[in-house]
């Protein structure tokens, strides 16, 4: 089983802000392959599909972002899987739009969402695709820029991350993570 989580904030009011480019990448690679986010369980939209006799979860939890441990870990107790059957995807201030980055592992960076989920399972074993959203030109408070909008020249870099990490969560349906980490961390 694998599950492919992508973090944001619900609601018209955050859709196209940076922070929730884990929704964006969910939304494409959802559109991509003809599948729904239509059912909801545990605060979080998902889906469940199944790829090569393996089933496979996508989940958008509507907790907020600060509170993403709370979805994801029920989806695990519920669905009996292990911490190393997720992959979540989350904004990466620290890579510039257009970038993406996979790990197998790894600390929370700064990052609320993947702090609460470190902190739901006590455990930070889980795959990570970070997608680059760069850091403000300008003088500003990290909350205002994570929930800004992409400036206009940005919005080809972002489209082109958001569809490489759809083309990596694809490639993970295919094949072993180490080897979509070498071919998409190039």
């Not at 695990?76 to 201030?93: E, M, N, S, T």
């Not at 206009?152 to 295919?174: G, T, Y």
Request: hydrophobic share 35%; proline share 4%; with cysteine.
């Amino acid at each position: 089983m694998k599950c492919i989580v992508g973090l944001g904030n619900p609601g018209k009011k955050y859709e196209k802000t940076r922070h929730n480019i884990g929704f964006m990448v969910i939304d494409h690679l959802a559109a991509n392959n003809h599948w729904e986010l239509k059912q909801e369980k545990f605060k979080t939209l998902y889906t469940i599909e199944h790829i090569n006799g393996e089933k496979v979860l996508l989940l958008k939890p509507q907790t907020y972002m600060n509170l993403s441990g709370e979805a994801v870990r029920a989806f695990a107790d519920y669905y009996d899987f292990d911490i190393g059957d997720f992959l979540v995807i989350y904004d990466d201030l620290d890579l510039p739009p257009g970038k993406i980055r996979l790990r197998q592992k790894g600390g929370h960076g700064g990052h609320n969402g993947i702090r609460n989920i470190i902190d739901h399972f006590q455990d930070k074993s889980f795959k990570r695709l970070r997608v680059g959203i760069g850091r403000p030109d300008v003088p500003m408070s990290v909350i205002d820029y994570v929930l800004g909008t992409f400036d206009k020249e940005q919005l080809d870099s972002v489209q082109e991350s958001i569809d490489k990490a759809a083309k990596a969560c694809e490639a993970w349906f295919e094949r072993p993570f180490q080897e979509v980490m070498n071919d998409f961390n190039q």
